[in-house]
Structures are given as C-alpha cells and as structure tokens.
C-alpha cells in the first residue's frame, strides 16, 4: 500500500519534487502560502489542504520546502504545526536548507512524540528537481533514513547518508561554501571571454571538460551568456545558506575569506534588486 505524503511548499523546486511522487501513485496532499502555486499539481491529482495542521493528522510521511529557518521553526514547532499535529510513528522530512541547530530541536522534539525527523537538503537546483535527479544530503537517525530511502529515490539520485540530526544541514553548508567562490570564478571568466573578444559558447565547449568544469559552468554559465537571470535558486535564499555557514562557521573557530567575499558581493547584487533573480545573476556586476 503507497504511503500518503504530504507536502508543504511548492516553489521553483517543490513542485517539481511533489510531482514526482506523486507521479509514483502515492497519495499526495499539499499545502503552501499561496494557492495558485499548487494549481499544476492539483490539476494532477494532488489533494489541497488548508492548513499544515491539516496535512499532519493525515498524511504518513511530511515533507517539507519552504524558505527559510524562521518558516521551518514556525511549520515544525508552531502549536498548529508539524510536531503538534502528526500521528505516532509518522516521518517528516525538512528538505529546505535549515539551521543545523534547528534540524537537531526539531529532531528531539519529535522523538518525544515518538516521531521521526529527518533534515534532508537538496542540491541541483531547477534542474535536478525537474528531472528528479538531486543531490540528498541526509541527517537523523539511520534507520527512519532507510524507511524513507524510497521516497527519496523519487526525487533525487544521489542519496547520501550522512549522520545523526543537524549532519544533512552541515553537508550542505559545504557544498554552498564550494559553490559560493566557484560561482565568483564562472562569472569572472565569462566576463573575460567577453571583454577579450572570444566566442564565449566556444570557451565554454574548452572549459568545461577540463580541470575548471563544474556544475555551475556547465549549467549556469550558458544561462549568463543568454541573459537568463530567472531562478533556479533564489538569490535571496543564497544569502540566506552563506549567513548560516558564516555563522556554523564562526561557531567553529574556523575562517572563511571566501564565502565572506561571495556574501558580500550577492549583499551588493541584492541591493541592486536581484534578490529573486537566479544566483547566475551575480554575472551582472561584471558585464554592465
């Protein structure tokens, strides 16, 4: 019998995510702040609530993917919330880039209601939630990971393991902090190619088979080049994971010069209006 799922937060990637589930035969229940957003998906066969509360005392397993720590803690820990609401023995499963410190409260508050958590970032994008190819960065405890590794197999293929409460949060503020510079290095280099007066796509076709290759030069670069600033990631967002690492960061003893460089220069981005741009728009304080 498929396990109903409930589903709270259908943004650029959410939706994506829900849809495959949903497209598996599994009972699909959803909830976000504004309704409009879920019209694709109910017109699918998903099913509205309207409340989270609501979502809660029905579904088995609770996924969520929403903004931000201040979002998950009201969601999660609110008196009409996840915790307050669900059934013994359900799992939820906070996909959103969180506090580690956060992942672990909400994790001890659901084990005293016999509830299992798991914090389960994602990386890949628009992309990767469209074609249910993420990167799932998980914490909690090993066992409710292997009861959920089906359902995580809908959305994402690489699936990682990573340790107890807060370790998923952890994982991705590691890869943020390596996209954080990498992203300073894309932009730089497509500005060069620009102003050096080469066929940038050329470039492009050298480049990222090569030692510079990354996901973000192969996936964001050709977007900057065609003036495709929507978000596959918010800008804002981004702002948001770089002042959690900074802080995790700081926490820790440990220096970081350039994910503070990286912050800085999206801090500039945002103040120019891009903050619900795509993070490929910090192209834009290279080529005015």
Not at 48 to 62: H, L
Not at 129 to 157: D, H, K, R, Y
């Amino acid at each position: 019998m498929k396990k109903t799922i409930g589903f709270i937060g259908l943004g650029v990637m959410g939706n994506s995510m829900a849809s495959h589930i949903l497209s598996e035969g599994h009972p699909v229940l959803v909830y976000t702040r504004t309704k409009q957003k879920a019209d694709k998906i109910l017109e699918k066969g998903a099913v509205w609530k309207d409340t989270v509360a609501d979502i809660s005392k029905e579904a088995d397993v609770i996924i969520t993917m929403v903004g931000y720590p201040s979002d998950v803690e009201d969601i999660y820990l609110g008196s009409n919330g996840i915790i307050a609401n669900a059934r013994e023995g359900a799992y939820v499963i906070d996909m959103t880039t969180s506090k580690p410190s956060l992942a672990k409260q909400i994790a001890e508050e659901a084990k005293q209601k016999s509830i299992f958590a798991l914090d389960a970032p994602v990386s890949g994008g628009d992309i990767g939630a469209q074609n249910g190819t993420l990167a799932i960065m998980v914490g909690g405890e090993e066992e409710a990971f292997e009861a959920c590794l089906p359902i995580f197999a809908l959305m994402g293929e690489n699936i990682q393991y990573q340790g107890p409460a807060g370790s998923g949060q952890h994982t991705k503020m590691c890869n943020q902090i390596a996209i954080a510079a990498g992203m300073i290095g894309v932009s730089e280099a497509m500005a060069y190619a620009q102003k050096s007066g080469l066929q940038p796509e050329k470039v492009l076709k050298s480049i990222t088979t090569g030692a510079a290759g990354s996901w973000s030069l192969s996936n964001l670069a050709p977007r900057m080049l065609k003036g495709d600033f929507e978000p596959g990631f918010y800008v804002k967002h981004f702002i948001k994971d770089m002042g959690i690492a900074l802080e995790e960061a700081e926490l820790m003893g440990e220096e970081m010069p350039g994910l503070s460089l990286a912050k800085s220069l999206y801090d500039q981005l945002a103040e120019q209006g891009e903050e619900n741009s795509g993070t490929q728009s910090l192209y834009k304080l290279w080529a005015k």
